[in-house]
C-alpha cells in the first residue's frame, strides 16, 4: 500500500518543520531551573510545562478579579470601548497545579462597541484541568455585528494593487499601486450611475458589508503524555445575517466642487450607493452566501503543547491541526470543511544574560473545501481562540482585515519581545516589552497551487503590558506598501 500525501499537506509539513527546529537550541534549558518535581500531582504533566520561576513567585495566589476599560483602537472599526469584568482562580502554591496552567479556572465576560458601530459582546468561561482531571472545558456565548467589513473580492484577484480613477471619474486614468486612503477618498466621490443604478451613485461602501453574528462554541479537550498532546472536540451554533449597502444613501463629494481650498465651496451630496462588490460576486456566481444563514459546524482538533506559559511564553513548541465541518444533518444551511495547520515556536536565545528575550515564531496554512460562504471563509477556528485572516491586527499588520481573500491561504509571524522594565503597584504587577515585527501571507484559488512565493509582506513596532502575567495589554503600529495602522487590544496574537 502506497502513502499519499496532498499537496497542501506537505506544505503544512513543510512550515511546521521550519518554524520547529529553532525549539530545539533550548535543549537543557529547563535544567537551569533547581526546583524538585512536584510529587503530588494526581497524574503526569510534562516538565517543559511548568512556569519559569520567576514567573511562579510572581504569580497571584487565590481568586481576583481584574476590571477592564476596553479602550481599543482599530482603523475599520474605529475607537473601540466597552469593560470586561474577569475572575481568575489560581488556587495556592501549595496546590499542586500551579506551577503547571495559567489559572485553575477563568470567568469573563464584556460589554463592548466602537464609534463605527461594531458591538461584539463576549461571556467566556475557561478551566484547564478541571476537577482535578485531564480535561478541560471552555465555552463562549458571543453576539457580534460589524457593518464595516471589507472584501476587495475572492481568490488571487485580491493580490493585485489597488488601482482608481481620479475623483471616480470614469474619462480619467487608471491611478495603480495606490494606498488605501487614496483608493478610498477616490471612491468617496459621485460618478454617473451604470444601468440598473441610479442616475448618479457613489462607491463609498463599494468594498464594505455588514454582518451580524450571534453565536455560541463549546469544547473539550483531554490532555495525554504529560500534558503535552490534547485531542479536542467541540461545536459551533451561529445565525449570520448579511446586509449590503447597494442603494442606501450617504454623504458623497461633488467631483466639481467638492475638494476645494475653500471650505465654504465645497459640496457633499446624499447619494445612493452603487453596486458594490460583493453583490456583483453573488450575481455572477463567483461566491455564495446571499442571504446568510446558520452555520452550524462540528470541530475536532490535535495539539502538540510545550509552552510554559500560555499567556506569555518564554520557551516551548505549540503545534496544532483542526478540522472544522459544516453539515446540514444539524441544521447548517451549507456543506463545506476547513482544514488548519499551525505551529508556534517561542525561544530565549540569551537565557540568563537578559531577563525577558523571547523570540516568537508562528506559521499557519489553512483549506476551504466544498459551498463555503465568502464571509466564513476567513474565519479559522484555533483550539484556543479564532482567527480571522488576512490583514488586521492578528495576521498582516500592514493590512486592512480582510483585505485578502481566498478558499487556501498561509501566513505568519515574527515577533521579538524584549522586557525592558517593569513595575510593581500595590498589589498589582505591570512588565513592560517592547516587540518589533514581522508579517508575510497570501491566498491562493486551490490548494494545489500553494507554495512560498509573492507572499504579501508588513512589518512594524508594538509594545506590550502583561499585567498580573495573564493579561496582555496590546499596542501594535503596522506598515506595508498599502497601508499604515495602529491597533491597541489585548493579548497577543499568538
Request: no cysteine; proline share 5%.
Amino acid at each position: 500500500m502506497k502513502l499519499r500525501i496532498s499537496h497542501s499537506s506537505k506544505i503544512a509539513l513543510l512550515v511546521l518543520l521550519l518554524f520547529s527546529f529553532p525549539i530545539f537550541s533550548e535543549d537543557g534549558e529547563e535544567n537551569e531551573d533547581k526546583r524538585p518535581p512536584r510529587a503530588d500531582l494526581p497524574f503526569e504533566i510534562n516538565e517543559k510545562k511548568r512556569l519559569s520561576e520567576r514567573d511562579f513567585n510572581n504569580k497571584k495566589e487565590n481568586g481576583y478579579f481584574t476590571g477592564l476599560p476596553l479602550i481599543n483602537s482599530d482603523p475599520n472599526v474605529g475607537v473601540g470601548y466597552g469593560a470586561r469584568v474577569l475572575y481568575f482562580e489560581n488556587g495556592t502554591k501549595e496546590d499542586p497545579f500551579f506551577e503547571y496552567t495559567p489559572y485553575r479556572y477563568r470567568i469573563f465576560a464584556q460589554y463592548f462597541n466602537t464609534t463605527k458601530n461594531a458591538p461584539y459582546h463576549w461571556a467566556s468561561i475557561d478551566a484547564p484541568y478541571v476537577f482535578d482531571t485531564q480535561w478541560r472545558l471552555r465555552g463562549d456565548l458571543i453576539y457580534g455585528r460589524n457593518p464595516n467589513l471589507l472584501y476587495f473580492g475572492y481568490g488571487e484577484e485580491t493580490l493585485k494593487p489597488l488601482s482608481y480613477r481620479d475623483r471616480n471619474d470614469p474619462n480619467q486614468p487608471l491611478v495603480r499601486n495606490a494606498t488605501f486612503n487614496d483608493y478610498q477618498e477616490a471612491q468617496s466621490y459621485r460618478r454617473p450611475g451604470n444601468a440598473g443604478e441610479a442616475p448618479f451613485v457613489t462607491d463609498r461602501q463599494f468594498n464594505r458589508y455588514d454582518l451580524e453574528n450571534p453565536n455560541i462554541q463549546l469544547s473539550g479537550e483531554r490532555s495525554f503524555f504529560g500534558g503535552t498532546v490534547r485531542l479536542v472536540g467541540g461545536t459551533r451554533f451561529s445565525k449570520q445575517t448579511l446586509r449590503t449597502f447597494d442603494g442606501k444613501v450617504f454623504r458623497a463629494r461633488d467631483p466639481f466642487f467638492g475638494n476645494t481650498d475653500f471650505s465654504i465651496l465645497n459640496v457633499d451630496v446624499d447619494t445612493p450607493n452603487g453596486r458594490t462588490k460583493v453583490t456583483e460576486d453573488l450575481e455572477s456566481g463567483k461566491i455564495v452566501g446571499a442571504n446568510g444563514g446558520y452555520i452550524n459546524t462540528l470541530r475536532a482538533g490535535i495539539v502538540y503543547d510545550t509552552r510554559d506559559f500560555e499567556p506569555d511564553p518564554n520557551r516551548g513548541l505549540f503545534l496544532e491541526y483542526t478540522h472544522e465541518k459544516s453539515v446540514r444533518a444539524i441544521g447548517s444551511d451549507f456543506d463545506f470543511n476547513r482544514n488548519v495547520a499551525s505551529a508556534r515556536v517561542f525561544f530565549s536565545p540569551l537565557k540568563g544574560m537578559v531577563e525577558k528575550l523571547v523570540v516568537a515564531g508562528r506559521a499557519t496554512a489553512v483549506q476551504n473545501n466544498g459551498n463555503t460562504p465568502f464571509f466564513e471563509v476567513n474565519q479559522f477556528w484555533g483550539t484556543e481562540t479564532n482567527q480571522a485572516g488576512l490583514g488586521g491586527r492578528t495576521t498582516l499588520r500592514g493590512y486592512k482585515q480582510d483585505r485578502f481573500t481566498g478558499p487556501s491561504n498561509a501566513f505568519a509571524n515574527l515577533e521579538v519581545r524584549w522586557k525592558f522594565a517593569s513595575l510593581d503597584w500595590g498589589t498589582q504587577h505591570f512588565d513592560f516589552q517592547l516587540v518589533p515585527f514581522y508579517d508575510v501571507g497570501r491566498v491562493w484559488d486551490d490548494y494545489k497551487k500553494m507554495n512560498f512565493k509573492d507572499y504579501k509582506h508588513s512589518r512594524g513596532l508594538g509594545l506590550r503590558i502583561p499585567w498580573n502575567q495573564a493579561t496582555i495589554i496590546y499596542i501594535d503600529y503596522g506598515v506595508s506598501d498599502e497601508d499604515r495602522q495602529t491597533f491597541v487590544n489585548f493579548n497577543h496574537i499568538f
